[in-house]
């Protein structure tokens, strides 16, 4: 199993910027990608980015290309989302998850990013 734990989310202004960090326990290594979704109210959850494991590659939802950037300390078992010019359509929980080639097993607990106007 594996256990992903978030943190770092809050209250900002518009224009403002956050980092949620992720670390994740367990038999990471059965691990080969990690991201981040997120849930607005009344709404359905949503991809925002992904990373592999190894760092090769990223990905990232069109609503926060260009804002957002994803990264990961291996040494840490940990991932990072540094979300900037933050805005309140940003306004969500955001969920760290991890799988294998996208397909995400597991799931944090969430943590609330709001970004008031």
């Known amino acids: 199993q594996v256990q992903l734990v978030e943190s770092g989310g809050g209250l900002v202004q518009a224009g403002g910027s956050l980092r949620l960090s992720c670390t994740a326990s367990g038999r990471t290594f059965s691990l080969d990608t990690m991201g981040w979704f997120r849930q607005a109210p009344g709404k359905e959850r949503e991809f925002v980015s992904y990373?592999?494991?190894?760092?090769?590659?990223?990905y990232y939802a069109d609503s926060v290309k260009g804002r957002f950037t994803i990264s990961r300390d291996s040494a840490k078992n940990t991932v990072y989302l540094q979300m900037n010019s933050l805005n309140p359509e940003d306004t969500a929980t955001y969920y760290c998850?991890?799988?294998?080639?996208?397909?995400?097993?597991?799931w944090g607990q969430g943590t609330q990013v709001t970004v008031s106007s």
């Open positions: 990373i592999r494991t190894n760092g090769a590659s990223t």
């Open positions: 998850a991890a799988g294998v080639t996208r397909t995400f097993n597991y």
